[in-house]
């Protein structure tokens, strides 16, 4: 490195006035062009991204599950998402998922199940009442939702193919087609993508087949048109855009846990004394809050289904 | 190959808008803060912005050597204490947004991550290690450190970038698109540093051979 002692001023070194002058408008136009150059790019990429206003759904039922919090706003709950099948940055699903086509839709029913069918969209708003569940969502991540889905307990669709005992475990597999979801073309994770639950966890009234969000149609990036919402495991236990639900013996392999077998784990169940590999689960961000808030076990769920999990060692099978 | 060298008049022009340049990933920050820009988890977009940042700068740094080496540009040092700096800053903001607008203050919960998340561990070790680099960047402390001590010191640079680029690939779930493309960079440029090294060693082998075939 040049260090250099300060000289003597030569007369011929000193700035004649004019270039002095020249310099000063020059770095002003430089800084006044650099600025508008910021506000320019700015505003290109803070546009506005229309909130998709779906058909609305109507004649919800209240639910005595549903919690008593301040929702999250409809905003942040479509432009901050988790969907790889659109990229992996929190913004990508709300710009990338309107490639997706979500009729004609249908799910495949199957596996260890007297009556298989496969049941249109159209008969699935149909199979039952549909209800609003406000339900608190927390991800694995360290951030949290207060969302009001729209749907019917899963147990309502399972009643209607009759499991046999042979079912022990229900698997949920995810649309992953290569033309509408530019995430597919990549083996980010291992598609499609897929979800579990014991048979007990996917009959429990919390658990709902979801059609909506706000009184309206689910929106492309929330799992357009139908998902299952398990509220008190980490978020990527709830399946986006189901495609096919089978009624297994064994224990379905799930996507996340087949990509990092050490920190995802079938059960999920939100635990603050269980950490993350590399992040303590013990507090989360509630979207919209300043202040971090201590995690809940089940994530405030524990009253309706610790019971699931009496006797079980809740760190080995995380 | 040799580029001609600017005048020591238009170095400090492109001094000045260089400093300016530098502040323009804070100031798009501060827009995107007034405009609801940030998205739904304003820290989250925060602290990772100012840690891209943090790593961007760190590598820019790293590129003033081989580049003045490969285009002869020597002038280009006279930016690197700046940039080396903004590095610093930028990384001041990382932690400052973690230890604030993340933790807010909670040190039981700040001390505990350190000790127990392995890449916070490395980030933390990183911020550390820059602090006196950061404080000898002075002409009077480069005086008394003397050149060849400062430049030891210095030298850590490539430690804590590499700490800097691990603690990037330690914390992303799944997609290491980002820490992989950074420790790529950072590799290339350690790797031009080896590769002058072993080049400056190998013209003293040939001399003494011409020398005793001449006899």
Redesign the interface.
């Known amino acids: 490195m040049l260090i250099r002692r300060k000289p003597d001023m030569l007369p011929s070194e000193i700035t004649p006035r004019d270039s002095y002058r020249d310099r000063r408008r020059f770095m002003r136009g430089a800084v006044a062009l650099g600025a508008a150059a910021a506000v320019g790019a700015g505003g290109l990429l803070l546009e506005p991204r229309r909130a998709h206003a779906g058909a609305k759904l109507s004649g919800l039922k209240k639910s005595p599950l549903s919690v008593v919090e301040e929702l999250t706003p409809y905003k942040d709950i479509t432009t901050y998402n988790n969907y790889y099948e659109f990229g992996t940055d929190k913004t990508d699903p709300s710009e990338e998922a309107h490639t997706l086509k979500t009729r004609p839709w249908a799910i495949a029913v199957e596996g260890e199940v007297k009556k298989p069918k496969t049941f249109d969209i159209d008969e699935l708003l149909k199979l039952a009442a549909l209800e609003e569940r406000i339900y608190r969502m927390r991800c694995v991540e360290g951030w949290s939702m207060v969302i009001p889905w729209v749907g019917y307990p899963l147990h309502e669709l399972a009643k209607r193919v009759e499991p046999t005992a042979k079912a022990k475990f229900v698997e949920f597999v995810t649309l992953a087609d290569k033309d509408q979801m530019p995430g597919v073309r990549m083996p980010i994770l291992k598609w499609p993508y897929t979800e579990g639950l014991r048979m007990d966890e996917a009959m429990h009234p919390l658990t709902i087949l979801c059609l909506g969000l706000y009184g309206e149609v689910l929106p492309n990036q929330n799992g357009a048109p139908v998902r299952v919402v398990v509220p008190w495991k980490y978020g990527f236990k709830s399946g986006k855009s189901i495609v096919k639900i089978r009624f297994v013996e064994q224990q379905p392999q799930t996507t996340w846990n087949l990509a990092q077998p050490r920190e995802y784990g079938f059960y999920s169940n939100v635990n603050p004394e269980v950490d993350h590999p590399r992040w303590s689960q013990a507090r989360e961000r509630r979207i919209g809050e300043f202040l971090k808030r201590p995690t809940l076990m089940f994530n405030g769920y524990g009253d309706q289904v610790a019971s699931l999990y009496a006797g079980m060692d809740l760190k080995k099978n995380f | 190959m040799a580029l001609a060298n600017p005048k020591p008049s238009m170095v400090k022009?492109i001094k000045?808008?260089a400093f300016?340049?530098c502040l323009?990933p804070l100031?798009?920050l501060a827009?995107?803060g007034l405009?609801h820009?940030l998205?739904?988890?304003p820290?989250?977009y925060i602290t990772r912005s100012t840690g891209w940042w943090t790593l961007s700068f760190l590598l820019i740094t790293l590129l003033v050597t081989p580049l003045r080496r490969w285009s002869g540009w020597n002038w280009l040092?006279r930016l690197r204490?700046m940039l080396g700096l903004y590095a610093f800053f930028y990384a001041c903001l990382h932690f400052t947004t973690y230890v604030w607008?993340?933790?807010?203050f909670d040190l039981h919960?700040i001390v505990?991550?350190v000790i127990?998340?392995?890449?916070i561990t490395i980030g933390f070790a990183a911020f550390v290690l820059l602090i006196p680099l950061a404080g000898t960047s002075t002409?009077a402390m480069?005086?008394r450190l003397g050149?060849k001590r400062?430049?030891l010191l210095h030298r850590l640079v490539y430690l804590i970038a590499t700490c800097g680029a691990i603690h990037f690939w330690?914390?992303v779930?799944?997609?290491i698109?980002e820490p992989l493309s950074f420790a790529i960079l950072l590799a290339a440029l350690l790797g031009a540093r080896l590769a002058f090294l072993v080049r400056r060693r190998q013209p003293a082998a040939a001399p003494v051979r011409a020398r005793s075939q001449a006899i």
């Open positions: 022009w000045a808008a300016a340049a323009m100031a798009s827009w995107r405009h820009g998205g739904a988890n820290i989250e040092l204490r607008l993340d933790q807010f919960s505990k991550d127990k998340r392995p890449f002409n480069v005086r050149a400062w430049q330690w914390l779930k799944k997609d698109t």
